[in-house]
Nanobody
Framework: QVHLVESGGGVVQPGGSLTLSCGTS????????ISWFRQAPGKEREGISC???????YYADSVKGRFTTSRDTAKYTVHLAMNSLEPEDTAVYYC????????????????????WGEGTLVTVRS
């Protein structure tokens, strides 16, 4: 049973922008916090943002000020708007659901995750 589906990945130039989307079910959208993770080649998966159904939001320092997460209640979708992209942002991006109503650093830890999406690749290059 698929709970989370990412879309919007692709190739973008340094300094550019890209918005990822995470489609969910109504149950997930209304009762879970949605986190974004990313895994760069040869590196461990990193939690970067969280937004909850109570509108609590949390960002990792690595993306704070450049990335913005938001919820589309009409489409049960969570977005991740990424600006000022750098080659170091190249990674597979995953959305994930956590059974919590608030966001904190806890939501950016893999052991907190209840459900994972399959991931979407973002490549930042000239």
């Amino acid at each position: 049973q698929v709970h989370l589906v990412e879309s919007g990945g692709g190739v973008v130039q340094p300094g550019g922008s890209l918005t990822l989307s995470c489609g969910t079910s109504a149950d997930i959208f209304k009762n879970y916090a949605i986190s974004w993770f990313r895994q760069a080649p040869g590196k461990e998966r990193e939690g970067i943002s969280c937004i909850s159904h109570k509108s609590s939001i949390y960002y990792a320092d690595s993306v704070k000020g450049r990335f913005t997460t938001s919820r589309d209640t009409a489409k049960y979708t969570v977005h991740l708007a990424m600006n000022s992209l750098e080659p170091e942002d190249t990674a597979v991006y995953y959305c994930a659901a956590v059974s919590r109503s608030i966001c904190s650093s806890y939501n950016l830890r893999e052991y907190s995750i209840n459900y994972w999406g399959e991931g979407t690749l973002v490549t930042v290059r000239s």
